[in-house]
């Protein structure tokens, strides 16, 4: 009787000293590699998953993870940014200040290059967080050839392929290129996108400047191939969609444009689990929808080979100002804000009603950055949910090529980043 009740005791201190170390290990917020999440167990694992993500686990929605699929955790691994980018960071961080605003919002001052705050904190973190997202590392050139697929609630797809450059021409880093490239104009980042496919809409283009003066609304062209001109679309379209795609310019861009009319607020860190594509895998592995995609979710299958990570992350919630709210799409935005390479891992949007809207989500494919480091961003495949009026528009990257490695055209800044080169789009 005594051995079995010796027996009895050290086993319920052994569970309890289990479950201690279980509970600790939550705490940690850790899971084991190989562990996989299935429609069926997810929430055993939801304090892992963005609330973007427990949306398409649940099967509420229209849009949801298929039954089959499987989320199967990875090694996390480290992408480091680019070194000089590093260096820029250690330079230049401590002289960057931030402004108040009349209106409520805030302004930077004292910035030159690398990222702003190196270690966000205080009362204003979530705004030291907000600059620190929209001045992340993005190459001097980005060229790709990617496509898409606009899907609507009964499946029907149009397909689109598209030439799309990405220019940062102020406060560059890379080892090179200007800090200020002199073509630049004032103009501190630029995306330039021009449709090859569908036949029907080849040559429409759009082009997005954003000023290196945070103050002022960026600027929308369109080129239409009709009229063989370029249109000026009003700065402040932020909501307007991009080439009919469920994205607008406000979801192209790193945080809702300008900086100074939005309010940022941290709301925590977190370790949340991200897809992360093989490194180096070409367009052709992504376009291969029969085998390595659930359709019409585009979901990856296990033959793509995407390993969900655990990712350090700040919860970064950004609303409009109270002035500038009236009429905007958005109530909030929350940004999940990868802490080594300062961008988003997803983004979940919610409608004036604080009602979850859309769901910005993808695999991150760290690309090797010519002097090293990495850019790390959704390159291999990115999709947005619109969970609401059941339309999702994917995008991938055929070919991704930065700065030196970018096909010398593209470098071109008045042919690809300023609105006179829409002029020679048809020549």
């Known amino acids: 009787m005594v051995r079995t009740m010796a027996g009895l005791i050290l086993g319920v201190v052994l569970a309890v000293s289990w479950m201690g170390m279980a509970l600790a290990q939550n705490g940690l917020r850790t899971l084991p590699v190989g562990t996989k999440i299935t429609t069926r167990n997810w929430q055993q694992y939801k ?27 990875g090694p996390t691994q480290s992408y480091p940014l680019p070194p000089s980018f590093q260096r820029a960071t250690e330079k230049y961080g401590s002289q960057v200040k931030l402004r108040r605003l009349p209106s409520g919002g805030y302004t930077i001052d004292g910035y030159v290059a690398g990222e702003p705050f190196l270690n ?5 973190a979530g705004e030291e967080l907000l600059y620190d997202q929209y001045y992340n590392y993005t190459p001097a050139v980005n060229y790709e050839y990617s496509g898409s697929h606009n899907v609507d609630r009964y499946g029907s797809v149009l397909e689109m392929l598209d030439t799309v ?15 200020t490239n002199p073509a630049a104009s004032g103009v501190y980042f630029t995306l330039y996108v021009e449709v090859i496919l569908p036949e029907q809409s080849k040559y429409t283009t759009s082009l997005q400047s954003q000023y290196d003066d945070v103050l002022k609304f960026p600027e929308v062209y369109v080129f239409l191939p009709s009229l063989r001109r370029s249109l000026r679309l009003s700065s402040a379209a932020r909501c307007a969609p991009l080439l009919g795609t469920d994205f607008t310019n406000d979801d192209s861009s790193s945080v809702p444009l300008p900086p100074t009319i939005d309010q940022a607020r941290l709301l925590g860190e977190r370790k949340v689990l991200a897809a992360w594509g093989p490194q180096g895998a070409e367009g052709t592995t992504f376009m291969d929808f029969a085998h390595n995609w659930y359709f019409p979710v585009y979901w990856p299958k296990a033959a793509l080979d995407v390993k969900w990570q655990l990712r350090d992350v700040w919860v970064l919630e950004i609303k409009r100002i109270p002035s500038q709210r009236a009429g905007y799409c958005y109530g909030k935005k929350i940004y999940y804000v990868d802490k080594e390479f300062y961008g988003a891992v997803e983004i979940d949007s919610y409608d004036p009603s604080m009602k979850l809207w859309k769901v910005f989500t993808g695999f991150t494919t760290p690309i090797p950055v010519p002097g090293g480091g990495f ?6 495949e990115n999709v947005i949910y619109d969970l609401q009026n059941q339309h999702s528009s994917v995008s991938w990257e055929g070919k991704v090529l930065l700065n030196s490695n970018a096909p010398r055209q593209y470098h071109d800044v008045n042919r690809y980043a300023l609105p006179a080169g829409l002029q020679q789009i048809m020549q």
């Open 47 to 73: 304090d892992y998953l963005t609330e973007g993500y427990q949306a398409l686990l649940s099967g509420k929605y229209h849009w949801k993870v298929p039954d089959e699929a499987v989320l199967e955790v």
């Open 120 to 124: 966000p904190s205080g009362p204003l």
């Open 165 to 179: 450059v990405f220019r940062r021409l102020a406060h560059v880093s890379d080892p090179g290129w200007d800090i």
């Open 375 to 380: 850019y790390a961003r959704n390159g291999g």
